[in-house]
């Protein structure tokens, strides 16, 4: 009893009608009809003009029925409660009792397990006296799960900010909430754990979303606030969970492999956060921590030091009265990290204040060089200020300690000239 796929010609020409044409092709015809939020449900049994059930039996499949496989789908047939034959691969189908069962699994490795098994159970000839049932799985994603996941402990990482490394971590205190969805992984299985229970004989072997979630539940979201919490491993900060969702649901599928996947045919298809924050005692401490790694941390160390300089000397250069005193701590300060020139952070407050009583904006000003003296100069009488021996402008000797070699003035006793000029106070040698 097998299934013989319908050519697309075929198909084509019956137009996906169920009408007269098509009740000449089969004797009767399966579909699943629409599925959304439907994990299984009996095939519809749609009898066709020539069909040979006139008693209206639905519980036998017909030799040379028709049968429909949507994309996402996986079609069984059901004799007695066993799988006898199923179909994962897209397309429309005729039923044959006389051959043995084609088992097309669609890459299923879940079905691929099952076949070997159902061949050996084959009758030769499909003289088959037993009740068979058609039940449409759907494979596709079922949405509409929810999730919250109450307290969770996270360790939040923090990064190096010349690196971008993680350099320490916290342990925190999550909440978040969020949406997921699920899939059926491996049909067979599935049918034997939760479908069979739906599959009577009088039933239309309904399993929908809300069939399916108060028995999931509870699992799903303390599977996820595992997962949530695994995600310290990547070294993140709480605010980049959000953006893990593929690893948070590949994490979730793990854990919930052998209660999930091998027990019960499903998985976790995507999980999605819709929140995800620290308590405030948990950013309390964060904060606390970022604030002991600024001192800490030598190259934060060196930029907090650099602001607080800046914003002290712009409130110095605007105080005129506490300008100088306010550079003198800054010196201290700076003498620490071993760059600050407290004399000349002094200088700059004088002026600061001065340009601040006036009124004026501080502009920080080099100190003025006190002037130098000219050297080894002396002034003539005639008035010419020389440096050699003789005057060149009227040939005069330079006098010999008769006169001050700065200003020219002239001593009233040149045998006895003073230590400094008693005009300028430049001193004599």
Request: glycine share 14%; charged share 15%; hydrophobic share 35%.
């Amino acid at each position: 009893m097998g299934l013989i796929k319908v050519a697309a010609a075929a198909i084509g020409a019956l137009g996906g009608a169920i009408d007269n044409t098509l009740g000449s092709s089969f004797v009767d015809y399966f579909e699943s009809g629409d599925m959304t939020g439907v994990l299984m449900k009996r095939g519809t049994k749609i009898a066709s003009k020539g069909s040979v059930n006139k008693g209206g039996d639905v519980n036998i499949i017909t030799s040379g029925s028709g049968i429909d496989v949507q994309e996402n789908q996986c079609m069984i047939l059901v004799e007695n409660g066993s799988i006898i034959e199923f179909c994962a691969e897209p397309g429309r189908y005729t039923f044959d009792a006389s051959t043995a069962p084609s088992l097309l699994s669609g890459e299923n490795h879940g079905l691929k397990a099952l076949a070997s098994s159902i061949g050996k159970q084959f009758l030769a000839g499909g003289s088959r006296t037993n009740t068979q049932r058609v039940f449409y799985i759907n494979l596709g994603e079922i949405q509409g799960f929810k999730w919250g996941s109450g307290n969770i402990t996270f360790d939040h990482w923090e990064k190096d900010i010349m690196t971008g490394r993680p350099v320490w971590h916290i342990a925190t205190t999550l909440m978040g909430n969020g949406t997921y969805s699920i899939h059926v992984t491996d049909p067979a299985k599935f049918y034997q754990v939760i479908g069979s229970q739906k599959a009577g004989a009088d039933g239309d072997g309904v399993v929908s979303k809300e069939d399916i979630e108060p028995q999931i539940k509870t699992e799903a979201i303390a599977a996820i606030r595992q997962g949530v919490g695994q995600l310290s491993k990547l070294h993140i900060g709480y605010t980049d969970i959000a953006a893990n969702e593929f690893q948070l649901t590949e994490d979730v599928n793990q854990i919930l492999d052998a209660s999930w996947s091998e027990a019960r045919g499903i998985g976790i298809f995507k999980i999605a956060i819709g929140m995800m924050d620290a308590d405030e005692n948990s950013k309390a401490k964060i904060e606390k921590y970022q604030e002991t790694k600024g001192y800490t941390d030598p190259s934060m160390l060196g930029a907090y030091m650099g602001m607080g300089q800046t914003q002290a000397m712009q409130a110095a250069g605007a105080n005129a009265n506490g300008a100088v005193t306010g550079f003198a701590g800054l010196g201290m300060m700076g003498g620490m990290a071993g760059q600050t020139n407290i004399a000349g952070l002094m200088q700059q407050g004088q002026a600061a204040s001065q340009a601040a009583s006036q009124g004026a904006s501080f502009q920080q000003a080099a100190p003025q060089a006190p002037a130098q003296p000219a050297q080894d100069t002396w002034t003539c009488s005639c008035g010419s200020v020389n440096t050699g021996k003789f005057c060149p402008n009227c040939g005069s000797k330079k006098p010999e300690g008769s006169a001050c070699p700065n200003c020219g003035c002239a001593f009233p006793n040149p045998a006895n000239p003073p230590k400094f000029c008693p005009e300028c106070g430049y001193k004599l040698q």
